[in-house]
């Protein structure tokens, strides 16, 4: 199983609501990131999470709360969104060791409306 | 720090030419690298990477990259262009050093003409 899950594929929001997106991987790697791409430009790196704890926040807003409950998942809390958080949030995971290359879930649409 | 640059945002090729995507990177340390190809509203796939050894390095689709360290450069190259390579092309680098950390260019987008 060389997949990343990301659920839901699609999701539409109100500025007040409250949402998660969910990650999951079951390669058994301990290191897993979300990324914020907006349309024609790259990934921008958001939180990497490295055996279960955080360490890598990229100076988010307090508005997406990133956990993770244990080495297959990780979960992005959405809350008070703009508009302007609308774009394409791409899971990835891939094992501690610096050579190694990340997995990519196919990434969940967020639009906030 | 290290950072990818990627020359050229759009690349247009004919059907059956040669595809040639440039990446260079910056850092004091050869970075491992990889290069990713996202088709529309997907996630990346890992089409080759690069960590030590070999510098020509052959990855998925008829797609291969060299690694020239004199350069800094790490170009992905394909001898024939299929209608299916249209799509968005990332060149990332990784340091050890920096932990898990991926930097990634700023992309290239490939049309492919009939």
């Known amino acids: 199983d060389t997949e990343v899950t990301q659920t839901p594929k699609h999701l539409v929001m109100g500025m007040t609501n409250k949402k998660s997106l969910k990650c999951e991987q079951h390669?058994?790697?301990?290191?897993m990131y979300w990324y914020k791409q907006k349309a024609k430009k790259p990934p921008e790196l958001m939180f990497v999470y490295s055996y279960e704890k955080l360490s890598i926040n990229e100076s988010v807003p307090s508005r997406f709360s990133p956990e993770c409950p244990n080495s297959s998942l990780l979960n992005l809390h959405l809350h008070a969104l703009q508009p302007e958080d609308s774009a394409l949030y791409l899971c990835?995971?891939?094992?501690?060791?610096?050579?190694?290359?990340?997995?990519f879930g196919q990434g969940t649409r967020l639009t906030v409306v | 720090a290290q950072s990818v640059t990627q020359l050229g945002s759009h690349v247009s090729v004919s059907e059956g030419a040669l595809v040639l995507l440039r990446c260079n990177y910056s850092?004091?340390?050869?970075?491992?690298l990889f290069w990713y190809v996202q088709y529309p509203n997907q996630g990346l796939q890992l089409l080759l990477k690069?960590?030590?050894?070999?510098?020509l390095v052959k990855g998925i689709n008829g797609f291969e990259a060299e690694f020239k360290k004199s350069e800094t450069s790490f170009h992905l190259t394909k001898p024939s262009a299929h209608m299916s390579d249209a799509a968005e092309y990332f060149c990332a680098g990784g340091l050890e050093a920096a932990g898990n950390k991926l930097t990634f260019g700023g992309g290239t987008r490939v049309l492919v003409k009939p």
């Open positions: 390669m058994g790697h301990r290191a």
């Open positions: 850092s004091s340390v050869p970075p491992y």
């Open positions: 990835a995971s891939k094992r501690e060791k610096g050579d190694t290359e990340a997995f």
């Open positions: 690069y960590t030590t050894g070999a510098t």
